[in-house]
C-alpha cells in the first residue's frame, strides 16, 4: 500500500492500483467529506457529523480535482483521510463539504553544509 501524504490529510492507493504521482502533486486536489449514514447536508454542525476513521482522528473522503472544463472528477483510486483541524469548506450549490488538499513544501534554502 502506498501512501501520499499532504499537509493536512493521508492517501493512500487501494489495492492493485496506480497513480502519477508527480501528476497529482503539480494538480490542485481537494478531499469531498463524507457524511455519516443518514445525514443530511442541511443539519451538518461539526466534525462529529462526518464519517469518521476507526480511532476518530480523521474525515474519510473522496479525492476529486476540477478538470479543465470545470468539471469535477472523483478518484475512486484512493482512500483519503482528512484531519479534523482541516480548514474545511461548503458549497450550497453542490451540496458538498470539501477541503482543499495541501501539497506539502520544503524550504532548503537555510540549509549548510553539513561536514
Known sequence: MSQINFANAVATLKDGETINEEGLRNSVVYAKLMLKAGMKFDK??????????TKGEHIRAELFIINNKGNMVIDQRLWVNVDKSAKIMRDDHSKMFFVELIHPTLDLSGAVEAF
Not at 44 to 53: A, G, H, I, P, R
Open 44 to 53: 451538518v454542525k461539526s466534525t462529529k457529523d462526518f464519517l469518521l476513521s
